[in-house]
């Protein structure tokens, strides 16, 4: 142990030591730490340059900076959070609390056969059955008991049942017997496990997921009953967030580029025709209306967004080579989120030899993962996509969510623009109804009008003409029977005309 003298000489060198440091650094502080390290002086960047970072912009425009600044991805590498009010939609989300305000289909039928089918919808991990007497359940996963997976439970003449105690429940979630349990446990009448309403129709099972005190009528579409049409139930996952994929109906201008003039027709050449567009709201939510010459016809379509995540689209084959009033509906498919970051297709393919003259409808090609035109799936190879890409391409590519701040719209997107209003302003009102809760069927707006008519001077003047007579047509005459509403639609389509001013030379 060192002594007084010795202690003291120490003080004494330590002393000295801090004069010196102070001396070589009036700066630092009297501890006999080093001073700090300053980080290295950056000269401020140009005033035309404007910083990149998240959040910085709903448009990615004003993320752009110097545009005379050639190879500048240094400066735009930011990602921003993906837009959370519509996009996320797990349990108590505004857009899930949205979604589930409507019935939505969650599996075909034919996936119910004697084994139960795991699901994920919106982000909540259930599970559906076809129990012995032939009815449709579909619960929460976990046995309420000791969390164990009713993916793995026997399916009872009622109801099903846990593999792991043999906890036995109801279609809708009453416990009916806790085995393992004596029979004189009174646990079963204290508790309720989670299950949903569903129903099936034309092959698919429809749930809701909503509240139970308000459960609207399962809704039926006039487009469910029309002559000589089948409908062949499909369903297709995709890798990416519901709304890239529902909002790609109202983006007309893609089936010029993407389905047509890319890489060739993915249906037929008459797509790849220039459009005379215009999108109206609709007592459902919104249509797209897209007019078209080919050779001597002007062919009028609309495509509507039935809220919350319905669309329809007209006939798949649809070449516009005769006329035609009021054609009826193609594809009618809901995107119904499984979580913030998958999705399912999941709807009818509507099949009849009107709506496919030419015989290309391939019904063994519809149905669990199928669908039977071209661009929905990865089953191409990853070369073949890259060489003929479709619309699973084009959006699952656009990230697993599609990052808004750092779009740039264009005049070309407002139906996009239009529908992601409609949303934000349908979810942002809990009390407005999230479907349509009108006399059903309830009379729907997808349809295709092809009209003989002579080009006109101003033929653009004439397909804008024809788009708006036939979608105020399709709009005023939505209580009529449906072949009253044939005839007034095609009505207005041929008495389509310009005012002189315009047809003159």
Same mark, same amino acid.
């Given at each position: 142990?060192?002594?007084?003298?010795?202690?003291?000489?120490?003080? $004494?060198?330590?002393?000295?030591?801090?004069? $010196? $440091?102070?001396?070589?650094?009036?700066?630092?502080? =009297?501890?006999?730490? !080093?001073?700090?390290?300053?980080?290295?002086?950056?000269?401020?960047?140009?005033?035309?340059?404007?910083?990149? +970072?998240?959040?910085?912009?709903?448009?990615?425009?004003?993320?752009?900076?110097?545009?005379?600044?050639?190879?500048?991805?240094?400066? =735009?590498?930011?990602?921003?959070?993906?837009?959370?009010?519509?996009?996320?939609?797990?349990?108590?989300?505004?857009?899930?609390?949205?979604?589930?305000?409507?019935?939505?289909?969650?599996?075909?039928?034919?996936?119910?056969?004697?084994?139960?089918?795991?699901?994920?919808?919106?982000?909540?991990?259930?599970?559906?059955?076809?129990?012995?007497?032939?009815?449709?359940?579909?619960?929460?996963?976990?046995?309420?008991?000791?969390?164990?997976?009713?993916?793995?439970?026997?399916?009872?003449?009622?109801?099903?049942?846990?593999?792991?105690?043999?906890?036995?429940?109801?279609?809708?979630?009453?416990?009916?017997?806790?085995?393992?349990?004596?029979?004189?446990?009174?646990?079963?009448?204290?508790?309720?496990?989670?299950?949903?309403?569903?129903?099936?129709?034309?092959?698919?099972?429809?749930?809701?997921?909503?509240?139970?005190?308000?459960?609207? !009528?399962?809704?039926?579409?006039?487009?469910? $009953?029309?002559?000589?049409?089948?409908?062949?139930? +499909?369903?297709?996952?995709?890798?990416?967030?519901?709304?890239?994929?529902?909002?790609?109906?109202?983006?007309?201008?893609?089936?010029?580029?993407?389905?047509?003039?890319?890489?060739?027709?993915?249906?037929?050449?008459?797509?790849?025709?220039?459009?005379?567009?215009?999108? &109206?709201?609709?007592?459902?939510? &919104?249509?797209?209306?897209?007019? =078209?010459?080919?050779?001597?016809?002007?062919?009028?379509?609309?495509?509507?967004?039935?809220?919350?995540?319905?669309?329809?689209?007209?006939?798949?084959?649809?070449?516009?080579?005769?006329?035609?009033? +009021?054609?009826?509906?193609?594809?009618?498919?809901?995107?119904?989120?499984?979580?913030?970051?998958?999705?399912?297709?999941?709807?009818?393919?509507?099949?009849?030899?009107?709506?496919?003259?030419?015989?290309?409808?391939? !019904?063994?090609?519809?149905?669990?993962?199928?669908?039977? +035109?071209?661009?929905?799936?990865?089953?191409?190879?990853?070369?073949?996509?890259?060489?003929?890409?479709?619309?699973?391409?084009?959006?699952?590519?656009?990230?697993?969510?599609?990052?808004?701040?750092?779009?740039?719209?264009?005049?070309?997107?407002?139906?996009?623009? &239009?529908?992601?209003? %409609?949303? =934000?302003?349908? %979810?942002?009102?809990?009390? &407005?109804?999230?479907?349509?809760?009108?006399?059903?069927?309830?009379?729907?707006?997808?349809?295709?009008?092809?009209?003989?008519?002579?080009?006109?001077?101003?033929?653009?003047?004439?397909?804008?003409?024809?788009?708006?007579?036939?979608?105020?047509?399709?709009?005023?005459?939505?209580?009529?029977?449906?072949?009253?509403?044939?005839?007034?639609?095609?009505?207005?389509?041929?008495?389509?005309?310009?005012?002189?001013?315009?047809?003159?030379?």
């Amino acid at each position: 142990m060192p002594g007084p003298v010795a202690t003291a000489r120490g003080q $004494q060198r330590r002393q000295r030591h801090h004069q $010196q $440091q102070r001396a070589r650094h009036p700066s630092a502080s =009297r501890s006999h730490l !080093p001073p700090p390290i300053r980080p290295p002086t950056v000269a401020p960047a140009p005033p035309s340059v404007a910083p990149c +970072f998240p959040g910085a912009s709903r448009n990615g425009g004003d993320m752009q900076g110097d545009l005379s600044e050639r190879y500048a991805g240094h400066r =735009r590498r930011a990602v921003p959070a993906p837009d959370p009010e519509l996009t996320q939609v797990g349990p108590g989300t505004p857009c899930g609390e949205y979604l589930r305000r409507a019935w939505q289909p969650v599996c075909l039928s034919a996936q119910l056969a004697d084994l139960p089918l795991a699901l994920r919808i919106l982000g909540e991990d259930l599970v559906a059955f076809r129990d012995g007497e032939g009815a449709v359940g579909l619960l929460h996963r976990h046995c309420s008991h000791r969390g164990a997976s009713l993916e793995f439970g026997r399916i009872m003449p009622r109801g099903i049942s846990c593999c792991y105690h043999g906890w036995h429940y109801d279609r809708d979630g009453t416990i009916l017997a806790t085995p393992a349990e004596p029979e004189s446990s009174q646990i079963r009448h204290r508790l309720r496990h989670g299950a949903y309403p569903v129903v099936e129709r034309h092959g698919l099972v429809f749930a809701f997921l909503g509240d139970p005190a308000a459960v609207p !009528p399962p809704p039926v579409l006039d487009v469910e $009953q029309e002559p000589g049409v089948t409908l062949a139930p +499909f369903l297709l996952e995709i890798p990416c967030n519901w709304l890239q994929v529902y909002e790609n109906s109202q983006d007309p201008v893609h089936v010029v580029w993407l389905h047509a003039r890319n890489a060739g027709a993915h249906f037929d050449e008459s797509n790849s025709a220039e459009q005379e567009l215009d999108f &109206m709201p609709t007592p459902l939510g &919104m249509m797209n209306v897209q007019s =078209r010459r080919w050779g001597g016809m002007v062919w009028t379509r609309t495509v509507e967004c039935i809220l919350p995540n319905l669309n329809q689209t007209g006939a798949i084959w649809e070449d516009a080579a005769e006329a035609k009033p +009021f054609q009826r509906v193609g594809l009618t498919r809901w995107v119904v989120p499984v979580d913030d970051t998958h999705s399912l297709q999941i709807g009818w393919r509507h099949l009849g030899a009107h709506l496919d003259p030419h015989g290309k409808d391939r !019904p063994d090609r519809i149905g669990l993962g199928l669908i039977d +035109f071209e661009g929905q799936d990865d089953s191409a190879s990853y070369a073949d996509r890259q060489r003929r890409p479709g619309d699973y391409d084009a959006q699952v590519s656009q990230r697993t969510v599609a990052v808004h701040a750092l779009e740039n719209l264009a005049g070309s997107d407002r139906g996009v623009a &239009m529908l992601r209003r %409609l949303l =934000r302003r349908a %979810l942002r009102s809990p009390d &407005m109804p999230a479907q349509c809760v009108a006399p059903q069927p309830i009379a729907t707006f997808c349809q295709d009008t092809i009209t003989p008519l002579p080009p006109a001077p101003d033929d653009r003047a004439l397909l804008r003409a024809h788009g708006a007579a036939v979608a105020r047509a399709v709009l005023d005459s939505a209580d009529l029977p449906r072949e009253a509403r044939r005839i007034a639609i095609s009505a207005a389509a041929s008495g389509t005309s310009l005012p002189n001013e315009e047809t003159s030379a």
